[in-house]
């Protein structure tokens, strides 16, 4: 079994971020971003580090724009350590039906702890949003029970 390697950073491997659905770049875009990457104006001109610089900004700009399509709602500029409860209280806020929204969560945050973003609290008040959240979806499925 063979062993799967990485792509090169080569400049078919330029074309290839340059030219994918996400970016959808023009020749002249795309020399642009050369030139304000390396100062060259041609890619034979590029030395391979010079090749991998321009394949990480080309590949910064793609993820950049799949993760404008996904939708991501948490910032990321938020506490580091929260990343996976804000993850999780938007996962139950969708559940509860306040994704179409986003002002339900603001105020449900804003009352209760004082903060007008998610992204400002920390470890222990996201777990204390969590477990409301999680009561309230409880109780939501009980409400559902009841009704059959």
């Given amino acids: 079994m063979s062993e799967y390697k990485q792509p090169e950073n080569t400049i078919r491997r330029i074309w290839a971020i340059a030219k994918s659905p996400e970016l959808a770049l023009a020749e002249d875009d795309l020399y642009s971003i050369i030139y304000q990457e390396t100062g060259k104006q041609h890619m034979k001109e590029l030395t391979k580090a010079e090749i991998v610089q321009v394949c990480e900004t080309l590949q910064r700009r793609k993820d950049a724009v799949l993760r404008q399509r996904r939708g991501r709602r948490y910032s990321d500029n938020g506490n580091p350590f929260t990343a996976k409860q804000r993850c999780k209280i ?23 702890f004082g903060v007008d973003s998610v992204e400002w609290l ?10 409301a959240l999680k009561a309230m979806v409880a109780r939501e499925k009980g409400r559902d029970n009841s009704g059959k």
């Avoid at 920390?122 to 477990?131: A, L, T």
């Fill in 90 to 112: 938007y996962a139950l806020t969708k559940v509860l039906g306040w994704d179409k929204q986003p002002e339900r969560l603001k105020g449900f945050v804003r009352k209760r």
């Fill in 122 to 131: 920390g470890c222990e008040d996201c777990n204390k949003v969590i477990e």
